[in-house]
T-cell receptor
């Protein structure tokens, strides 16, 4: 069966510090991968998605970036965190990018920027 | 542009009763998919049910059913025989065509509390 991992689970970082969140998927190959941010009491905002190694699509221009160095690894990064980067970050995968492909989510990372 | 609207920020239901969570959507694409996800307090999003835009029948998955009214662009989730464990945030989502890919769009969610 497929499993998706995210770490760390929680993170407290000062403003201006770098960020690296990691997501890995097990039990499937060539997954489509997604990074979402969820602000308190809000829905999910799609940040990036990837259909393959090295292929990244950005949905929202900001100080975050994403990379996919391996087939089942997706990394969210920032060189300098802002207060507004605080939130709950969810990684997800799907087997395709068609209208019928459901997504499967990881446990999330709760980021607090102070 | 795609849009998902969930107008109920919070809902309350008695245990063992049914509850309907509202969702309306907007898209100009004739081919799209509608999804509902559950987010317990732990934070993980759990896929519940899917409805395709060309599906003739309403989707059902156990106690979950989707009341799909295409002309009204609504995709309400019905939970029958509510259980205490159903207390969670519920998100409606749509995958419609955007820039050549079916990009997911989520609503703001509805908080459901099930009372004993």
């Amino acid at each position: 069966s497929q499993t998706i991992h995210q770490w760390p689970a929680t993170l407290v970082q000062p403003v201006g510090s770098p960020l690296s969140l990691e997501c890995t998927v097990e039990g499937t190959s060539n997954p489509n991968l997604y990074w979402y941010r969820q602000a308190a009491g809000r829905g999910l905002q799609l940040l990036f998605y990837s259909v393959g190694i090295g292929q990244i699509s950005s949905e929202v221009p900001q100080n975050l970036s994403a990379s996919r160095p391996q087939d089942r690894q997706f990394i969210l990064s920032s060189k300098k965190l802002l207060l507004s980067d605080s939130g709950f970050y969810l990684c997800a995968w799907s087997s395709g990018i068609s209208s019928y492909n459901e997504q499967f989510f990881g446990p999330g990372t709760r980021l607090t920027v102070l | 542009a795609q849009k998902i609207t969930q107008t109920q920020p919070g809902m309350f239901v008695q245990e063992k009763e049914a509850v309907t969570l509202d969702c309306t959507y907007d898209t100009s694409d004739p081919s799209y998919g509608l999804f509902w996800y559950k987010q317990p307090s732990s934070g993980e999003m759990i896929f519940l049910i899917y409805q395709g835009s060309y599906d003739q029948q309403n989707a059902t998955e156990g106690r979950y059913s989707l009341n799909f009214q295409k002309a009204r662009k609504s995709a309400n989730l019905v939970i029958s025989a509510s259980q205490l464990g159903d207390s969670a945030m519920y998100f409606c989502a749509m995958r419609g065509l955007s820039g050549g890919s079916y990009i997911p769009t989520f609503g703001r969610g509805t908080s459901l509390i099930v009372h004993p």
